[in-house]
């Protein structure tokens, strides 16, 4: 029987969990590796590893032999290549997070063009200014990428009577850009999108446009966002910090982000709900279970 660890809390459902240990003897730990020793001791002896990417950076091409189950979708910064010759099997779990994700986007669109945030539960309500404020109907907006999540943001968007474009291979970015009112960054991570959203990308947008993104922030140069939100060319913002630990509202870069008057920032909390949870976990189970079938699905 095939030895299963599950690397920290994961709040599986009681279905979920009772499948998992069918499938093998199971280890569950319930706190966070405090280093990443502690991270690669859990691992040893066993064949299969259950993980966020909390420890699993830092620490896997140090892996060998093992089959890594990941219930979550971005895995674009793995180099396939260098786990090869180590017998390192990874597997993720795409489309589980584009429901939730999609929700955050549009709600942060909405947020920024109607100030849903300062006008809620307002005291002093001013009639010289009511048409200042942005509907989507009939707005041009790109959305940087056509995955699961960039293909669901459009959807939604088409529903609002928005006229949607795609940025995605093969298109040219500048171009893409050039008229859009809203534009939305749901690009994956990997070598041909890290750094692509430079200086330049957001000295381009349309005077008066808002950027929402999802993505990690090795895509884009938030130095360069924040320079053109303060001269006035961006509207707003919202960034829901993907690169930093779920959750950690003391990081940096978060509270940076949380500090400025005309960003909505939450510390990558964009895919946390309960539809999440529970796709992301299925799929987890589903990778393993057809692992130990003898096939591989969902595997990079």
């Given at each position: ?70 219930p ?29 994700v999609?929700e ?65 291979r ?19 991570e ?20 808002y ?8 895509l884009?140069?938030v ?11 961006i ?10 630990i ?24 964009a895919?946390?709900?309960?539809v ?5 976990y ?19």
């Amino acid at each position: 029987m095939k030895k299963i660890v599950v690397m920290q809390p994961m709040h599986m459902y009681p279905d979920q969990i009772e499948r998992l240990k069918k499938l093998g003897q199971v280890v569950f730990h319930n706190t966070f590796a405090k280093n990443s020793n502690e991270w690669m001791d859990r691992t040893r002896g066993f064949d299969v590893v259950c993980t966020s990417k909390l420890g699993l950076k830092d620490n896997i091409y140090k892996l060998e032999n093992i089959f890594l189950s990941l219930p979550f979708v971005g895995v674009g910064w793995i180099d396939k290549e260098k786990l090869k010759d180590k017998n390192v099997i990874v597997t993720c779990s795409p489309g589980c997070n584009k429901e939730a994700v999609a929700e955050w986007m549009i709600g942060m669109m909405m947020d920024l063009a109607r100030d849903f945030p300062n006008i809620i539960d307002t005291k002093k309500v001013t009639q010289d200014n009511w048409c200042d404020k942005i509907g989507l109907a009939r707005k041009k907006v790109t959305i940087l990428g056509k995955g699961n999540i960039g293909s669901r943001v459009g959807e939604i968007c088409e529903a609002l009577l928005m006229d949607v474009n795609y940025f995605d291979r093969g298109v040219n970015l500048k171009e893409s850009i050039k008229d859009a009112d809203f534009v939305l960054n749901a690009l994956s991570e990997n070598p041909g999108t890290i750094g692509l959203l430079d200086s330049k990308f957001f000295a381009s947008l349309k005077k008066g446009c808002y950027f929402v993104t999802i993505t990690s922030s090795t895509l884009y140069d938030v130095d360069a966002l924040i320079r053109e939100i303060d001269n006035g060319r961006i509207a707003g913002a919202a960034d829901d910090c993907g690169t930093i630990i779920v959750g950690d509202s003391t990081d940096p870069y978060y509270i940076r982000l949380a500090n400025h008057p005309k960003i909505l920032a939450t510390p990558h909390l964009a895919a946390r709900t309960d539809v999440t949870c529970r796709k992301s976990y299925d799929i987890m189970i589903d990778n393993i279970e057809s692992y130990l079938n003898g096939k591989l699905v969902n595997t990079l």
